[in-house]
C-alpha cells in the first residue's frame, strides 16, 4: 500500500513540475494580446494577458515592462516601480526601462531617484535627444538650470527640429531670467509648432519683462485665439494692459481669469486696482478685501485698499488700512507718510 502511494505522488510530483517549466512561445502569444488589449483601452484585459504571460515566463522582461506601464496608467504607481524593477533587474542594458521608471519617479515627486535613472538611460544610449531631453528636465525640477540648460543644449545639436527640448530650454532660461534666451527658444518652438498656446504666452511674458509690451500684447492675443479658456494668458495681457493704462481691458481680462478659476489675492488685487483707476471704488475695495481674505500679508492690497478708502472719503479706514500696510514693511513709511497725514486729519 504504502509502495503505491509513493509511486503514485512521484508521478504527480513529476508531471507538475513538467507543468511549472517556462514557456517562452506561449508566454510572447499573451505579450501580444496584452498590448493589442492595452492599445484598445482594453486594461482588465490587458493585465489578465501579462498575468498570464508572466505565469508562462518570469523572464519575460518586456511582460513585466509592460504590465508596469499599465498599472502605472492605472495610477498604481508603486505596482508600476515593482515591475519596471522587474523588467531592469533582467534588462539591465535596456535604456528605454529606466526611461520610463524615471518617468513615474517623477510622478511621484522623486526626484533624486529619477535622475539616477535618467542618468542610466543616457549611459546606456548616449545618442538619444530624448533620454538627455528628459535628464534635462530632471535637472530642472531640481532647480539646477545650468545643467539642465547644458543637456536640452546637447538634445538640440542632437535633433535641431527637437520641439520640447526648445521649449524645455526655454522654461530654464525664464527660471534663470534670462528673457531674450526665452524669446529666442520659444520663437524656434512656435516655428516648429505655431499651434500651442502656452508657447506664445511665455514668449509674451518674455517681451513683457523686456519692457516690450507692443510684442507682448500679439502673443497673449494669438494664446487667447489659439485656447480661449487658457486663465495664464489673460492673466499676463491683463497685466500688461495695466501697465499701458487701459484699464476697461485690464478688468475683462482679470475677470475672464478668475471666471476661469485662477482665484487667488493677486487676481483679485490686480483687478481692484483696475476698478480704482476707473473710479469704481465700492468694487475696488470689494476686490481688495477678497484678496485680503486669501492672503492677509498681501501689503499692496493693504495701500490699494487704502488709497480706495481714501478716494471714497473714508479717511478712518484708509488710515487704517495703510497703518496695517507700515506695519508689514516699514520701508512704506516714507512714501505713505503724506496721506497718512491727511487721513488722520
Known amino acids: 500500500m504504502f509502495n503505491k502511494f509513493f ?19 506561449e508566454s510572447a502569444k499573451h505579450l501580444k494580446l496584452g498590448v493589442e488589449n492595452q492599445n484598445k483601452g482594453k486594461l482588465d484585459d490587458a493585465m489578465n494577458e501579462y ?22 496608467n492605472k495610477n498604481d504607481l508603486q505596482k508600476g516601480i515593482e515591475d519596471l524593477s522587474k523588467a531592469i533587474d533582467l534588462a539591465p542594458d535596456t535604456a528605454r526601462f529606466y526611461d520610463k521608471r524615471g518617468y513615474v519617479y517623477i510622478t511621484m515627486n522623486d526626484y533624486s531617484k529619477a535622475m539616477l535613472d535618467y542618468e542610466k538611460a543616457v549611459q546606456k544610449d548616449p545618442k538619444n535627444p ?28 542632437l535633433n535641431p527640429k527637437y520641439e520640447d527640448a526648445y521649449s524645455n530650454r526655454g522654461f530654464s532660461y525664464l527660471s534663470m531670467n534670462r528673457f531674450e534666451n526665452v524669446v529666442s527658444d520659444f520663437t524656434k518652438a512656435i516655428e516648429l509648432n505655431p499651434k500651442r498656446a502656452v508657447y506664445y504666452n511665455t514668449r509674451g511674458y ?23 479658456n487658457f486663465p495664464d494668458a489673460y492673466v499676463n495681457r491683463g497685466y500688461a494692459m495695466l501697465n499701458s493704462e487701459l484699464f476697461q481691458l485690464a478688468l475683462a481680462d482679470f475677470d475672464k481669469a478668475i471666471k476661469l478659476g485662477m482665484i487667488n ?81
Open 130 to 157: 530624448v533620454y538627455i531631453n528628459r535628464r534635462g528636465y530632471t535637472y530642472a525640477l531640481l532647480k539646477d538650470y545650468v545643467t539642465a540648460v547644458k543637456d536640452y543644449t546637447k538634445a538640440i545639436e
Open 265 to 345: 489675492a493677486a487676481n483679485y488685487n490686480a483687478r481692484g486696482f483696475a476698478f480704482s483707476n476707473l473710479r469704481k471704488y465700492p468694487e475696488a475695495i470689494n476686490d481688495f478685501t477678497k484678496a485680503l481674505g486669501l492672503d492677509p500679508a498681501y501689503t499692496d492690497a493693504y495701500v490699494n485698499r487704502g488709497f480706495a478708502y481714501y478716494n471714497s472719503l473714508d479717511k478712518k479706514n484708509a488710515l487704517k488700512d495703510w497703518k496695517t500696510a507700515v506695519g508689514q514693511k516699514p520701508s512704506l513709511d516714507s512714501s505713505l507718510k503724506n496721506y497718512m497725514e491727511k487721513a488722520s486729519k
Open 7 to 25: 509511486v503514485v505522488l512521484t508521478a504527480f510530483l513529476t508531471l507538475c513540475s513538467g507543468c511549472s517549466r517556462p514557456n517562452p512561445e
Open 51 to 72: 498575468n498570464i504571460a508572466l505565469k508562462l515566463d518570469k523572464s519575460n522582461q518586456t511582460a513585466w515592462y509592460q504590465r508596469g506601464i499599465l498599472y502605472v
Open 206 to 228: 518674455a517681451y513683457a519683462n523686456m519692457k516690450r509690451l507692443y510684442d507682448a500684447l500679439p502673443d497673449y492675443n494669438m494664446a487667447i485665439q489659439l485656447d480661449s
